[in-house]
């Protein structure tokens, strides 16, 4: 699935549980984390890509973070980070999970390439995961799954009282917060506008 979709999945996860606002951050980056292998995608539609073929994205994307190892790595990570606390880092090990499911369920490239996800790396090369009822990743299904998110996290904006923008800045969270308030009401205020 795309970036985007990703992010909200995990926004609304970091959401199902009491996180503060530092460990919401960690667990919605965490569940972008692992597209970190698409970056090669920079570089392999450059011209240096002639030069040097390495072809860093077509090989590398769905690998390199797209296993049991880089989501064990980021478990560890998040656990130094929090030292005392396990709930976050097991949310990130959650949305690690997620985001491989989603990938799994809908990132059908245009060519009909499948993305195999090699699972069990670097412990094992031998499981590559694949559901041949994957659907596109540009498919109705995503776009539906996309916006389905994005009410959500609107909704949880105006009762909560923040959205995805204060990972960014507090001050335009605010910003958002206030527009949502006027233009719905305050949360337990039946009285809408
Ligand atoms: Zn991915």
């Known amino acids: 699935m795309n970036l985007i979709t ?3 999945t995990g926004w609304a996860l970091a959401n199902a549980v009491p996180l503060d606002r530092r460990d919401r951050a960690i667990v919605t980056i965490a569940s972008i984390a692992p597209d970190v292998d698409g970056l090669g995608i920079v570089v ?17 994307h769905h690998v ?3 296993n049991l190892g880089f989501g064990l790595l980021m478990f560890i990570i998040a656990l130094i980070i929090n030292r005392r606390k396990l709930l976050a880092p097991s949310m990130v090990f959650v949305v690690f999970h997620i985001h491989l499911l989603a990938d799994i369920v809908g990132s059908r490239g245009p060519d009909g ?3 195999p ?9 031998n499981c590559q995961v694949v559901w041949k009822g994957q659907w596109a990743l540009v498919s109705w299904q995503n776009i539906a799954i996309t916006i389905i998110l994005m009410g959500l996290t609107i909704q949880l904006a105006w009762k909560r009282g923040y959205s995805p923008v204060e990972m960014i800045s507090e001050r335009a969270d605010a910003k958002i917060i206030e527009t949502l308030r006027a233009r719905f009401g305050m949360p337990g205020d039946r009285t809408l506008k």
């Open 117 to 125: 996800i090699p699972y069990l790396l670097p412990f094992s090369a």
């Open 6 to 8: 990703h992010l909200l």
């Open 64 to 66: 390199l973070a797209h």
């Open 113 to 115: 390439y499948q993305w």
């Open 44 to 60: 392999e539609h450059t011209p240096l890509n002639e030069i040097i073929p390495l072809h860093l994205f077509s090989d590398y």
